[in-house]
């Protein structure tokens, strides 16, 4: 009993890993109808750009987020105002090669530069602490302290989108383009701001990911794919929903490999799968897709 | 007053050149094995496959509108049928071949079922979800080699054809027969009524919708009849490869990057634009050394480019400027009025 306790609070606690990979998905998707198919790589990319900072400065992954959030965040802005600023519009076909093309190119520009070894970013001691949450069933520090940061970076979207001038001016733009731009709002700027902060998110998810577990270049598509699984189990345009798609995807994968490690992606797609056959619309929607 | 009589035609002078050349060459490509060493039959057969692949995406994508970053889910269910009928049921591997098709088509059912409830780029992950699916099941079946994978036992090869050149030949001309169907079968879909409900679903499918075509339920057969047609490459890349294993037969790189950049780059929405993206794809691989994911990143940039700045692709390009067609796929309404009083109508 304690034993599927312990598996399902490890779920839990990985599924606000997923939730923070959802979230920037969400986010851009919400705000001009983009889907990034780079936005796994981007992930990668982020872990890689931590790895950078903490060699060359020789500081710890967690203060590295000092660097690698505003770092990527500058990345996503400049990608946005760019190159993917071009791409929208009402036609279905440049966003989504443009960005497969952008997941090529990093997967491979990754693999040239780093080469296919398996990294990992170290954090020290807090990786293996763990504490007794009762009879039986314990909890990492690391992966507590992961789901917390996931919940407050959501909560600080939900923030940001209605309570402050650079959410109104989010919701306005998806709301209708063309209003929003007749109420001044330059676009070409709201949609970059939007990148940026989706960035920033994925940089913290991208830090976390490299403590976690090993990362090489190849890996980015799956974790857009468990991010892009939350983001439809939760619902389109529910931030709180991706969290609860993540957690959703998180036990269904960590129930999974209880039963046979050989389950565990299989079982969260699966899962995905059922619920798309039952309830398209996700959980929690809000937006039309 | 005496009806004007209308009739559609398809060819014109470009297509006309454009038949007779296609017929030379696919004479010069039969007689191959007569004039062409072993390296050379199978970069040709490799090329018929990703000409093959690359029509039947860009008839989904170009045409349907239906963007599949999951194809490969069909070519390795279509390895994985041929390795599995041919160890398990003793079928003759080119049997086999055939066999995949429709089973491809059936598995396509349930599979559109799911994942047309998704739109746009959400559908192009789904389809990705769908394919890793296929991997991850691929890799629990044991029998057929599990995560390691499994050769094509020798005897089965040898049945095919009793010495090495031969059945060399024969999966040579296997693959621009089945190659040479799939082009065959398109051209004569883009000709029939349907195709012109797909042409005009291509061009604005809001408006097509408004003129009362079937869109959702055309979309449905596309993507049915493209995985019949990408199980059977499948199982024939593989029959040529010997040796299948989940990552192999389910890549992403292998199977759908290089047959998006190809259609992409050629000229997504026209039949001639992947054989012309093909021939451009291994053009670049033959004279490039061997770079490895440098090539890739450069195919990737030039695929950016190409969306940006010409979305229509090389033959995109051409056809525009020209007005070309190399296959007989136009429609000029052609008005033959016939007057049998004077004064009539001219």
Redesign the interface.
Same mark, same amino acid.
Do not use: C, D, K
């Given at each position: 009993m304690t034993a599927w306790l312990n598996v399902i609070l490890q779920g839990v606690l990985i599924g606000g890993l997923y939730a923070m990979f959802a979230a920037g998905l969400s986010l851009i998707f919400g705000v001009m109808r983009?889907?990034n198919?780079a936005h796994g790589d981007l992930i990668v990319l982020a872990a890689y750009v931590a790895l950078m900072v903490t060699e060359t400065l020789g500081i710890g992954p967690l203060t590295s987020l000092l660097l690698v959030v505003p770092a990527m965040a500058i990345i996503g802005y400049a990608l946005q105002r760019l190159?993917l600023n071009?791409?929208l519009g009402d036609d279905?076909?440049?966003?989504?090669?443009?960005t497969?093309?952008?997941?090529?190119?990093i997967?491979?520009?990754l693999?040239?530069f780093f080469t296919a070894d398996s990294r990992k970013l170290q954090a020290g001691a807090i990786e293996i602490q763990t504490f007794q949450v009762m009879q039986g069933v314990w909890v990492g520090l690391l992966p507590l302290i992961q789901f917390i940061v996931a919940v407050a970076v959501i909560a600080g979207l939900q923030l940001l989108f209605y309570r402050s001038a650079l959410g109104r001016a989010f919701r306005a733009t998806s709301d209708d383009q063309a209003v929003a731009q007749l109420m001044g709002l330059d676009t070409r700027h709201v949609f970059a701001m939007a990148m940026a902060l989706s960035l920033a998110v994925i940089a913290i998810a991208g830090v976390f990911l490299a403590v976690r577990t090993n990362f090489d270049p190849a890996i980015g598509?799956?974790r857009?794919?468990f991010g892009?699984?939350a983001v439809?189990i939760g619902g389109l345009g529910s931030m709180w929903g991706t969290l609860v798609g993540g957690i959703i995807l998180g036990v269904s994968q960590a129930i999974g490999a209880q039963i046979d490690p050989?389950w565990q992606?299989?079982a969260g797609?699966?899962v995905?799968?059922a619920i798309?056959?039952v309830r398209?619309q996700g959980l929690f929607p809000k937006v039309s897709? | 007053m005496s009806p004007i009589k209308i009739r559609v035609e398809h060819a014109t002078v470009s297509s006309r050149i454009g038949v007779a050349i296609i017929a030379v060459v696919l004479v010069v490509l039969a007689l191959a094995p007569f004039w062409g060493d072993r390296q050379m039959l199978r970069l040709l057969a490799e090329i018929f496959t990703f000409v093959a692949l690359a029509s039947l995406w860009n008839l989904l994508?170009g045409y349907a =509108?239906l963007?599949s #970053?999951g194809q490969q889910a069909f070519v390795g269910l279509g390895g994985y049928l041929l390795f599995a009928l041919v160890i398990l049921a003793g079928v003759h591997p080119i049997a086999a071949i055939l066999i995949a098709g429709p089973i491809g088509a059936l598995v396509a059912v349930p599979v559109a079922a799911?994942?047309f409830?998704?739109?746009?780029?959400?559908f192009?992950? =789904?389809t990705?979800? #769908?394919a890793?699916?296929f991997r991850?099941?691929a890799?629990?079946i044991s029998v057929l080699g599990g995560g390691s994978g499994i050769s094509l036992p020798a005897a089965m090869v040898i049945s095919m054809a009793p010495t090495r050149q031969l059945r060399e030949f024969e999966i040579y001309w296997l693959a621009l027969a089945l190659t040479v169907a799939v082009l065959g079968a398109i051209v004569a879909l883009l000709r029939s009524r349907h195709g012109l409900a797909l042409t005009a679903i291509r061009d604005n499918e809001m408006a097509a919708q408004s003129c009362g075509i079937g869109v959702a339920r055309i979309k449905f057969i596309v993507y049915v009849l493209t995985a019949f047609g990408t199980a059977m490459i499948g199982a024939l890349i593989f029959l040529q490869k010997l040796r299948i294993s989940p990552d192999t037969a389910f890549s992403?790189?292998d199977w759908t990057?290089f047959v998006?950049?190809i259609t992409?780059i050629g000229g997504?929405g026209r039949v001639e634009g992947p054989i012309i993206g093909t021939i451009i794809f291994f053009v670049m691989r033959q004279t490039l050394a061997d770079l490895g994911?440098?090539y890739?990143?450069m195919?990737?940039?030039v695929?950016?480019v190409v969306?940006?700045w010409a979305?229509q692709g090389l033959w995109g390009l051409i056809a525009q400027r020209f007005g070309w067609q190399a296959l007989p796929l136009q429609r000029h309404l052609v008005l033959a009025a016939k007057t049998e009083e004077p004064g009539g109508i001219p």
């Open positions: 983009l889907v198919i190159l071009r791409t279905l076909l440049p966003p989504l090669l443009v497969f093309g952008l997941s090529i190119i997967q491979n520009g693999l040239e598509p799956a857009l794919i892009f699984e439809i050989g992606l299989l797609h699966i995905f799968l798309l056959a398209p897709g | 994508a =509108g963007v #970053v799911l994942i409830r998704l739109r746009g780029a959400y192009a992950i =789904g990705w979800v #769908v890793e699916v991850l099941l890799s629990q992403v790189n990057a998006i950049f992409v997504i994911s440098l890739l990143l195919m990737g940039a695929a950016i969306m940006l979305p």
